[in-house]
């Protein structure tokens, strides 16, 4: 540990550069509100220390909400992304997707508003009477009001009335409805880690006025960048960023930018089942928590089930000392989350494999990452992530720890840089 612990400096960045707060102010970026995410000022930033230049190509293999695809296809940079989630997946390629009328997209929003009002006058008080189905999700009348789930299972039904389905009009107006859905129209509040219920039975809660608002303002970023004749040079793949990606073989990615999640509980899925489920991107219970096992840092359900057997080994050599000794500092005091701090770097591991093929032999990668602390034990995720980079081949170019993080006065954020060494 001591080698990387020399790499670490420490550039202190204000939260609203870093986090998603930048995006609230931006165009495309504040189309969906992903809390857990980094910022475009942050990405355009690590964008010109790795030294990118117009030619670049650029991988988030984490794409989430599409922060590092979206910036880059504002300012015309090939880039391509990963993302397991199918809701984030749908986000992300939907906002990278510029090329709709604009008359038209007006017209149809004034389509969806006449249908919604004149459905909300002549539907039961139950919809699934004429069809309309509710969630797959659990208790749902605990995530929505009763009068405001059935407006919203109207409005969704509109939408799709008025435009065909899976079609980039559809998608568009879907990912409006998505964007207003939590919290805005949904019974939770958002948490530090997870979403919280809370009482909003006294409240007005307006949800075609909300679905317009949005739509409002995605109209308005689209006017802009075709504008400005912006294309497509940004992609996202669904899929599995443990895993190698035929897609890009050979593509010789020149620069790594993305935020993997933390080794702290957050469950992205978790976060997004009301969109997973409300928008049909599940339909059985069980296939959130199945998800949710399958993905980094995934704690919920099934995959904490599974945590509680047996003990996690490490899978391959590149898992060094310093983590397996973190591992067994919090195993004295719970064994579950010490699997989960093993499973947590395993998977990063496998991750930084699964990349391999895919990148210039003298590639760049620039991991934005933040420290935990797990039943007392320090899990200094930007050091142990840098023991895992060297032990793979690359040389870290530096540790930059740039903020202090609101859930512990001695957790940061930090930016771990590395260069891939093919002679090593």
């Not at 909003?200 to 307006?206: F, G, L, Q, Y």
């Amino acid at each position: 540990m001591d080698s990387a612990h020399l790499k670490v400096t420490y550039r202190h960045l204000e939260a609203r550069s870093v986090t998603f707060k930048a995006g609230l102010r931006q165009p495309i970026h504040r189309w969906f509100r992903l809390t857990p995410s980094f910022g475009p000022d942050l990405v355009e930033d690590i964008l010109l220390r790795l030294g990118c230049s117009a030619s670049s190509k650029i991988l988030d293999p984490f794409s989430g909400a599409g922060t590092t695809l979206t910036h880059c296809q504002l300012n015309g940079l090939e880039a391509y992304g990963y993302e397991i989630n199918p809701f984030l997946h749908s986000v992300c390629a939907t906002s990278l997707f510029w090329q709709l009328d604009l008359t038209e997209l007006r017209s149809r929003a004034s389509e969806i508003q006449d249908r919604y009002n004149e459905l909300l006058l002549i539907s039961p008080a139950n919809v699934s009477d004429i069809g309309i189905l509710t969630p797959a999700i659990h208790n749902p009348l605990r995530w929505w009001r009763p009068d405001v789930l059935r407006e919203l299972l109207i409005l969704k039904h509109s939408i799709s009335t008025v435009n065909a389905p899976d079609s980039a009009e559809w998608r568009f107006f879907r990912l409006a409805l998505a964007s207003a859905l939590v919290p805005d129209l949904t019974n939770v509040t958002l948490g530090k880690l997870q979403l919280h219920f809370i009482d909003r039975s006294r409240e007005r809660i307006d949800v075609i006025g909300t679905f317009l608002g949005k739509v409002g303002i995605m109209l308005e970023d689209l006017q802009l960048v075709q504008a400005a004749h912006l294309s497509t040079t940004a992609t996202v793949f669904q899929w599995d960023a443990t895993l190698p990606n035929e897609n890009l073989a050979e593509r010789q990615i020149d620069y790594v930018v993305t935020s993997p999640p933390y080794p702290n509980r957050y469950s992205y899925v978790w976060n997004t089942r009301p969109h997973l489920y409300f928008f049909d991107f599940m339909s059985i219970a069980g296939d959130a928590s199945q998800l949710d096992l399958r993905s980094i840092g995934g704690t919920w359900g099934t995959a904490t089930s599974v945590l509680a057997r047996g003990v996690v080994e490490p899978e391959s050599a590149v898992i060094g000392e310093n983590i397996r000794k973190t591992v067994a500092d919090i195993r004295e005091h719970d064994g579950v989350m010490a699997n989960y701090v093993l499973k947590y770097f395993n998977m990063l591991a496998r991750h930084i494999a699964a990349m391999e093929p895919s990148l210039a032999e003298n590639a760049q990668v620039a991991y934005v990452v933040g420290c935990s602390r797990i039943k007392g034990v320090f899990v200094e995720t930007d050091v142990l992530l840098a023991e895992i980079f060297k032990n793979a081949g690359y040389d870290i170019t530096s540790i930059e720890r740039i903020r202090k993080r609101n859930s512990g006065k001695d957790l940061h954020e930090a930016i771990v840089f590395a260069k891939r060494n093919c002679a090593g």
